[in-house]
C-alpha cells in the first residue's frame, strides 16, 4: 500500500496572510512561528522580509507563449478533437 505524501504549504498561502505574517514578524515574532501561524511558506517569508517584495510571485518557470497564443492553441486542439 502506498502511503500518502505530504505536500507541505508552498503555493498555497494568500497574499492577506503574508502581509499579516510580515507584520507580526517585524514586530519581533520569530519567522518559523509566524509561518506556521499564517500558513505562509517559511522561506518566502524570509524572501519577502529580505528583498522586500510587496506582491505574490509565480512559481515556476516562466511560460513561453502569451495568453492570446495559449488560448488560440487551446481553441486549435479542441477543433482537431471533434474531428
Known amino acids: 500500500m502506498l ?11 494568500s497574499e492577506e496572510n503574508l ?3 510580515i507584520a ?7 519567522k518559523n512561528l ?8 517559511r522561506g518566502k517569508l524570509r524572501d519577502y522580509l529580505g528583498k522586500n517584495l510587496t506582491s ?3 512559481m515556476g518557470r516562466k511560460s513561453m507563449l502569451t495568453k492570446e497564443h495559449e488560448q488560440e492553441l487551446c481553441s486549435r ?4 478533437a471533434e474531428i
Not at 3 to 12: A, H, V
Not at 34 to 41: E, I, N, P, Q
Not at 77 to 80: E, G, K, P, S
Open 3 to 13: 502511503r500518502e505524501r505530504n505536500r507541505g504549504i508552498r503555493g498555497k498561502w
Open 56 to 58: 505574490k510571485c509565480s
Open 77 to 80: 486542439i479542441i477543433l482537431l
Open 34 to 41: 509566524a509561518s506556521k501561524r499564517f500558513l505562509v511558506c
Open 24 to 30: 507580526v514578524v517585524r514586530n519581533g515574532m520569530s
Open 19 to 21: 502581509q499579516k505574517a
